[in-house]
């Protein structure tokens, strides 16, 4: 079971919670070409270790965070409101 | 040693201890013609086509941790080809050809067991889209029947078949030359076969690197010290997008952890495989008398090998809805397996942009069905540097041309699939 930390309400019960992806992405801007925006669909680091992404509290408060979590051993190592910086900065 | 009646009447006079080893376990050569990353059942398959099919036989297996030991040793053994869009259905029939005669072709018994596998169908809508896809199936000459309600309550007692079922079930599409293979012996099989023609099967040897000179592969790095090749072929679903990163790619891939688990064993009571989409749940029965059972991801990126409980509870949730008896069962144990889920829920059997430098993987929940095809295939690509007709629309660059293959219809969310 994993505990996860929403920054507003605390640690709950994951099946409070949807899994949003990759938190390191960036939209490209509209007028981007298409390689750019191929790559923000597409393509993932899809990294064995430390990984930062987007979770939803949707059975909760109902709104986005970020996350660092270790894929390979499902540790949750920091949490963090969108506009904020997770610790240590990116992975 | 050709395995018979013979050979074992032989070797039971001896009281089967001097039965021959199935494979040699040689030390790496300095070099090769062509090397495949990953000793499960598509590294395998590869390294015995390549040998077989194209007379490469100078190929070595390099394998991390012991053959079969990752996702050839985790699935449920499922094996159809039940898809609707074409690349998908010539595809995994072609698969489901080369296991209807594995066990001949390999001389190990893969337990190919044609037992059928029955999709339920528990709304119009449902019914809707399992008409069209077992349509879409036979007009490319696969098998597909639909079953009535009543026909399956009369073959499978166990299942509650009641209008007043939380998911009453209307029919279903059966896919009678579907069933089940034995995953262990796939490894094996391929394993001894491929060895038997020249293939060098390394264990406990890890790539850790992938060495590229003027755009082309030189070898790779490896734990038991650096190999030379023109030739390299990742066959490593669930860690493509590791060993593709060592030659600079990034793949549309998410790695998810995908659980399964087996009651404690009992009596025959299913002989077929029941799945049912809108329950999000499968199962069959082992011949060890074992329900084996699955679901839905852990939705999750995870290279962890296990998972958590509430994907375990959706499946047993989905197991009670579906077959009320199966409650008095207490689980044996349950695991989880890493899997490549693309962007478009299809695998990639492609060249990759480094020149010798190819792939089978992205194989989301599908990879053991496919594994005859997948290394036939994958050894065609390597052999020839381009793609057979049949992995044609597997390329990486479907995502950027816009050519997916979504049997789901769901975009680019790899857990969708």
Same mark, same amino acid.
Request: charged share 20%; net charge neutral; aromatic share 8%.
């Given at each position: ?91 | ?19 021959? %080893? *199935?494979?040699?376990?040689? =030390? ?11 000793? #499960? ?76 596998? %029955? ?31 009543? $026909? ?11 209008? @007043? ?10 896919? !009678? ?48 010290? @650096? ?12 860690? @493509?997008?590791? &060993? ?6 990034? %793949? ?7 659980? *399964?688990?087996?009651? $404690? ?20 029965? @082992? ?25 375990? =509870? ?7 809805? &579906? ?23 299809? !695998? ?13 993987? #992205? ?37 950027? $041309? ?16």
């Amino acid at each position: 079971m994993l505990l996860i930390p929403c920054p507003w309400c605390g640690a709950r019960n994951q099946i409070e919670f949807t899994y949003g992806g990759d938190a390191t992405l960036k939209r490209p801007p509209p007028d981007a070409p298409q390689e750019a925006w191929y790559e923000f669909v597409y393509l993932r680091d899809n990294p064995c270790g430390p990984h930062d992404e987007l979770w939803l509290h949707s059975a909760g408060c109902r709104r986005w965070f970020k996350v660092r979590r270790d894929t390979r051993t499902h540790d949750i190592l920091a949490s963090a409101r969108p506009d904020q910086a997770l610790p240590g900065g990116p992975t | 040693m050709r395995y018979s009646i013979f050979s074992l009447a032989r070797n039971a006079a001896t009281h089967h201890e001097n039965w021959p %080893l *199935a494979w040699r376990s040689p =030390e790496p050569k300095p070099a090769y013609d062509a090397i495949v990353v990953g000793g #499960g059942g598509h590294g395998l398959a590869t390294a015995y086509y390549l040998a077989k099919e194209h007379g490469i036989s100078n190929v070595a297996v390099l394998e991390k941790g012991w053959l079969g030991g990752g996702n050839t040793g985790r699935n449920t053994t499922i094996v159809r080809s039940n898809y609707h869009l074409d690349p998908n259905e010539h595809f995994y029939e072609f698969s489901l050809k080369l296991w209807e005669s594995l066990s001949q072709e390999l001389n190990f018994n893969v337990m190919y067991s044609a037992r059928g596998v %029955l999709n339920l169908v528990h709304s119009p809508v449902d019914m809707d889209a399992a008409l069209r896809r077992g349509n879409a199936m036979r007009l490319n000459g696969i098998d597909a029947e639909f079953l009535s309600r009543d $026909e399956i309550a009369a073959w499978i007692p166990a299942l509650d078949t009641s209008p @007043s079922a939380r998911f009453p079930i209307l029919g279903g599409l059966l896919q !009678p030359r579907g069933g089940t293979v034995r995953h262990d012996a796939v490894a094996w099989g391929y394993a001894r076969a491929a060895d038997a023609r020249g293939v060098d099967i390394i264990q406990n040897c890890e790539v850790t690197g992938i060495r590229i000179e003027n755009g082309a592969i030189a070898g790779v790095d490896t734990t038991r010290g @650096s190999i030379a090749t023109r030739k390299l072929g990742i066959a490593v679903a669930g860690n @493509s997008s590791r &060993l593709a990163a060592m030659a600079g790619i990034r %793949l549309p891939i998410e790695s998810h952890v995908l659980q *399964a688990m087996v009651s $404690e064993p009992i009596k025959p009571v299913l002989d077929t495989v029941v799945s049912s989409g809108a329950v999000h749940f499968y199962i069959s029965q @082992s011949d060890k008398g074992e329900l084996v059972m699955g679901g839905d991801l852990d939705f999750y990126n995870s290279y962890a090998q296990r998972g958590n409980l509430p994907a375990l =509870e959706h499946v047993v949730a989905g197991c009670l809805a &579906l077959f009320p008896s199966f409650g008095r069962l207490r689980q044996l144990r349950s695991w989880g397996g890493i899997m490549d889920m693309t962007m478009d829920g299809s !695998p990639i059997i492609a060249k990759l942009p480094v020149g010798g430098l190819t792939m089978t993987g #992205g194989w989301c929940y599908g990879g053991f069905k496919a594994t005859p095809a997948s290394g036939w295939l994958h050894a065609y690509t390597m052999a020839r540097g381009e793609p057979h007709p049949l992995n044609a629309a597997f390329t990486l660059e479907r995502f950027a $041309e816009g050519r997916m293959i979504d049997e789901k219809g769901a975009g680019p969310k790899p857990g969708a699939h």
